[in-house]
């Protein structure tokens, strides 16, 4: 039987994803997604997004996932909200996500929501990303590479930075600049259950998610690129 979270994101992405869609090229990109994986991996993702007020932006992060939920990488999708007055929680709620609501700090809520994580591997992702299609082949072949090299406590990865604008010349001075820069939590993070509770998880801190990519110190950076939220 699928998932609930499966059946509930195609309802959404058929009933939401025009929100973000009418005259956007970022919504217009997220339709190309729904393409079929060539690979049937186990499930080995739990996607967790923290939210606050992020109805729009939650939207197409969430259809960008659908293919994953729909070969199987992705088991279930958690939403760490902090109490959003929108509709942040019907988007969650018709997309079969499961919603933690709670007041407590960021960190406290990416750890609670890691703590009841159901697949080995973690993605942490914000509202508003929207990933490359190739990021489904190319997580799992990570993920398989770090299982078949002894490296699950050690391997973590991130995401490429998508460029700003469509300038060859401007593509690459933004490629050579973002290979000297820290990774940013725009980027998403994928890293294993294990190392996660190992390090502690997210520390209490004015920024947690950027402490956590200095702490992890060697991170791999995957081809697929990341499309961060945009700026309010």
Known sequence: MAPRFLHGLVSMALKLLEICAAGSPRGREAHAIFRPAR????????????????????????????????????????????????ATADVADLAGCVLMASRAPLAARLR????????????????????????????????????????????????????????????????????????????????????YDALGGHRDCEDPESELLRRLGRIVTLDSAATGPRPR
Do not use: C, K, Y
């Not at 080995?44 to 990488?73: C, D, H, K």
């Not at 992705?74 to 939403?79: E, F, P």
């Not at 190739?134 to 406590?153: C, H, L, Q, Y």
């Open 39 to 86: 690979r049937l991996p186990i499930s080995m993702l739990t996607v967790i997004i923290p939210t606050m007020n992020s109805e729009r932006a939650l939207v197409p992060t969430l259809a960008m996932l659908v293919p994953g939920a729909m070969n199987a990488t992705v088991r279930d999708v958690i939403i760490a909200d902090g109490g959003s007055t929108d």
């Open 112 to 195: 609670s929501a890691a703590a009841v994580a159901r697949a080995p591997w973690l993605m942490f992702l914000r509202a508003g990303t929207v990933l490359e299609a190739s990021w489904i082949e190319e997580t799992t072949r990570t993920i398989e590479d770090a299982v078949a090299r002894g490296a699950v406590t050690s391997q973590a990865a991130v995401f490429r930075r998508a460029p700003r604008t469509r300038s060859p010349f401007a593509e690459m001075v933004a490629l050579a600049a973002s290979a000297l820069r820290a990774p940013h939590p725009d980027q998403g993070l994928i890293i294993s259950r294990l190392r």
